[in-house]
């Protein structure tokens, strides 16, 4: 869960031991706060929420593990940096002076993407059910053109959003789009300038199943009970807490005996798909409770499984925690659902 991922910061590497993604953490760490805003204002979303998450859980950092990040920063700098490539502002110069200024913008649009880009990258923060509200209503062009500027994992959860009939026609209008003519981007442009103008006036989203999951996590007494009378009212959304209840990052904190067991249970193979980009405190909990020359076999297995798609990834995770639960509901093992406070 998050807040126990937070309260429960895995120790950080040595400098030798960094992930690409713990050593971009020091390096953003070490430049205080507004050249690392700076920086973060380039990332995609799904690099910022993994970049941010791994910086607030770091803390006691070594000197020697910060020295180490920010040598293999400079080294890859020294690598890439060199005669850098012309300014746009500088091409566009240019060009104007070359082609005309009609002409130049064609070119350089076509080698830096379309000026709506800029914008269409803000509107990653809203959620797709907002966007597909502010769609819905649009003619079919219009709504292709608008999802073909989109990443395509954000474009895929606003077709999610929108309605069902219809969705066939619109991915046919993205098909067949090869060129966008300048009456139609204009258009584009102010329908992004509407959304973006209202954007901070949409909804806050909250996480009802996993707060829901949260504090059965932590209730006293008999948890079943009130998840029976929750499942009389509404079992899908049950079923959904209950696998929000057995994340996988719950198996960190369980006991040696406990990840005995479920180790037995669960094949090797389908360990090694579930462990690939899983946090070190997940891994390591895993790893030290196999036999060493087990563990070591292991290691091996999952360097030869090579990369994995991130579906299939979530869907070994979802299968493991499947038989976690049920060995603790038929009392095989007893689970730590949250992080609790010890006392020595």
């Excluded at 059910?129 to 474009?155: C, G, N, S, T």
């Excluded at 020359?293 to 493991?320: C, H, K, N, V, Y």
């Amino acid at each position: 869960m998050p807040d126990d991922n937070f309260a429960e910061s895995p120790p950080i590497p040595d400098g030798n031991n960094l992930s690409p993604l713990e050593q971009a953490a020091i390096v953003l760490l070490s430049m205080g706060e507004e050249p690392a805003a700076a920086v973060l204002r380039c990332l995609s979303r799904d690099e910022l929420l993994k970049v941010t998450q791994v910086m607030s859980r770091m803390s006691g950092i070594k000197v020697e593990t910060v020295k180490t990040a920010l040598q293999c920063f400079f080294d890859d700098y020294r690598e890439q940096s060199g005669v850098h490539g012309a300014s746009r502002s500088y091409l566009k110069k240019s060009l104007d002076l070359a082609l005309g200024n009609d002409i130049a913008e064609s070119v350089l649009n076509s080698i830096y993407g379309d000026a709506i880009r800029p914008k269409m990258a803000r509107l990653q923060w809203s959620s797709p059910k907002w966007l597909a509200e502010r769609l819905v209503h649009e003619h079919v062009r219009m709504q292709a053109v608008f999802m073909v500027f989109l990443p395509p994992a954000m474009a895929s959860s606003l077709l999610d959003a929108l309605p069902t009939e219809g969705r066939d026609l619109l991915l046919y209008h993205v098909a067949h789009l090869k060129e966008v003519d300048h009456e139609l981007l204009v258009e584009l442009d102010e329908l992004v300038d509407r959304c973006l103008e209202t954007l901070g006036l949409q909804g806050t989203s909250v996480e009802g199943v996993r707060h829901v999951a949260e504090i059965l996590n932590r209730l006293p007494g008999n948890r079943q009970e009130v998840i029976e009378q929750l499942r009389a009212r509404d079992p899908k959304v049950v079923s959904e807490i209950e696998v929000s209840m057995y994340d996988f990052f719950i198996l960190s904190r369980q006991s040696e005996a406990v990840i005995t067991r479920i180790i037995e249970q669960v094949p090797m193979e389908q360990w090694a798909i579930a462990l690939k980009g899983a946090e070190p405190a997940i891994r390591n909990a895993i790893l030290q409770s196999m036999p060493r020359r087990q563990a070591q076999a292991f290691e091996d297995t999952l360097r030869r499984t090579g990369p994995m798609p991130r579906s299939r990834i979530e869907q070994a995770r979802e299968e493991i925690m499947a038989e976690v639960k049920a060995l603790a509901d038929a009392g095989e093992i007893e689970v730590q659902l949250f992080a609790e406070a010890v006392v020595e």
